[in-house]
């Protein structure tokens, strides 16, 4: 446990919020993406980058002021951070920790990259893929995403 | 049509009001449902000729194919109804920039059900998602083309049946969506598959995927000759290998020379084989085959009416519809 708290004073401590911990290093700005975060809503946000871990060498910390990320929200994580660890705080306790659980289906966060696929073009539908063991399949044209799935966040 | 559709349990026909987007959506008794289904209409078609008399169909082919638009066109007017054309899109308002989900939703308000041809895969799924009305997928870009795959099944179930068949599929595996569906679905059977062709057409590594999570690997096999595998099949599925795929005229002659059959190909076939091709055929099939009991591509190619009637009759079945005769 002290080991944990010396890596999380690398980055500073938060009152309420969420702490994602464990992420794959290098993966930090996805992780924002995915949740959709970019400050613009004045959200304070610190990141920890290349920070040293027990279990990868290196691993990636997001941490996000006055708000509490939902089981919805923490699921789509796991595409691309599927070790990450969830710590709900208040009041500078953690209150709820979690792991990611892969979803069933991943919606409006990823785009296709299959140029033929309908959801390309300017049609008024919401991106769809269904979550398989090694990777992601497009809902409508079937192509399946393997490798890279980072590089297709909606953003 | 909601409130149909919250009925649609109360029937036996569990395709009542469904949409037809792929192969993959149909059960072994969904299809099973279907090809019965043809086969009583094949017999005594007079017994549905007015069953559809106030039914219109809604085509909306954003692509040409006038064989699967005429089929579909002769399977509605043989069931007492007529269809709605929305013509070719040079003349429609898709031109002025319409997207696909607002054009169905108008045609929708015309018409029972909707047959939809479009150049991007995925399309009949999205469409589908914006209707109340069955739509059925008459091909998707390099995606799905179910009702195809009905009536190939249709074929070999009449000519050599789904039980025990060993089939090879050849030709163009890689772009040929005819081919994807059909693999997709005979997975529902006790067949093995061979998948013959050049290794720059072979099928997309993605349908190889599915169809081992479908059927025991020992039943899928590719091959690039068809000479080592021949003398085991019962059905041989023929496709056109294009002219385009090729980066010169003479890598495709040589190529495509090795995937043409003629009778003297045969001699090492059996004499049960049935050969089928979804068409139209340049020359891959010499045209001496024609009059050998091995063609079957013809009667294939008319099997499109009966399928196509029994699933829009089992699509749009109203209460004494479907597969219910007793
Ligand atoms: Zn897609």
Not at chain 1, 119 to 140: H, I, K, N, Q, W
Request: charged share 30%; aromatic share 4%.
């Amino acid at each position: 446990m002290t080991e944990n708290d010396d890596h999380q004073l690398r980055v500073s401590k938060i009152q309420n919020g969420t702490v994602i911990d464990h992420v794959r290093a290098g993966q930090a700005l996805n992780v924002l993406a995915i949740l959709g975060i970019d400050g613009s809503e004045g959200e304070e946000v610190s990141v920890g980058m290349n920070v040293p871990s027990d279990r990868f060498a290196r691993k990636d910390i997001v941490k996000v002021e006055d708000r509490e990320l939902s089981q919805d929200e923490v699921d789509v994580l796991s595409l691309i951070a599927p070790d990450a660890t969830i710590n709900i705080v208040r009041e500078y306790d953690v209150v709820e920790k979690h792991r990611v659980d892969r979803p069933e289906v991943v919606e409006g966060v990823l785009s296709c990259p299959n140029a033929g696929c309908i959801t390309t073009d300017d049609e008024p539908v919401t991106s769809r893929f269904e979550v398989l063991d090694d990777g992601v399949r497009c809902a409508y044209c079937g192509t399946i995403v393997r490798e890279g799935i980072a590089s297709l966040i909606d953003t | 049509m909601e409130g149909l559709k919250g009925n649609a349990g109360a029937y036996t026909n569990e395709m009542r009001h469904d949409h037809l987007i792929t192969s993959k959506q149909l059960s072994r008794g969904d299809i099973e449902t279907v090809l019965d289904r043809a086969a009583e209409i094949d017999e005594d078609p007079s017994a549905v000729a007015d069953r559809y008399a106030d039914t219109l169909l809604g085509l909306l082919f954003f692509e040409p194919s006038t064989r699967t638009k005429m089929s579909f066109e002769t399977a509605m007017k043989r069931l007492g109804g007529d269809v709605v054309d929305m013509g070719s899109v040079e003349s429609s308002s898709v031109k002025k920039g319409e997207t696909l989900a607002d054009t169905v939703r108008v045609i929708e308000g015309y018409a029972d059900a909707l047959v939809l041809r479009h150049p991007k895969q995925g399309a009949a799924q999205m469409a589908s998602e914006f209707v109340d009305v069955p739509l059925l997928n008459a091909g998707d870009g390099a995606g799905h083309h179910p009702t195809q795959t009905l009536l190939d099944l249709y074929t070999i179930r009449e000519n050599a049946g789904l039980e025990d068949l060993t089939i090879g599929i050849m030709g163009d595996l890689k772009y040929g969506r005819t081919v994807h569906s059909l693999a997709h679905a005979l997975t529902n059977f006790d067949v093995h598959q061979h998948f013959i062709s050049p290794e720059s057409l072979q099928l997309p590594r993605e349908v190889v995927y599915d169809l081992h999570q479908e059927q025991d690997g020992t039943q899928i096999r590719e091959h690039e000759s068809l000479e080592e595998i021949l003398p085991s099949l019962d059905v041989l599925y023929v496709t056109r290998i294009q002219r385009e795929r090729f980066p010169d005229e003479n890598e495709y002659q040589k190529v495509a020379g090795e995937y043409q059959i003629d009778t003297d190909t045969l001699e090492a076939a059996s004499d049960e084989l049935t050969i089928m091709h979804p068409l139209p055929r340049v020359d891959e099939i010499a045209p001496e085959i024609d009059e050998t009991d091995h063609a079957a591509y013809f009667d294939q190619a008319h099997n499109g009416v009966p399928v196509r009637m029994a699933l829009l009759d089992l699509l749009l079945g109203g209460d004494d519809g479907g597969v219910r005769d007793d």
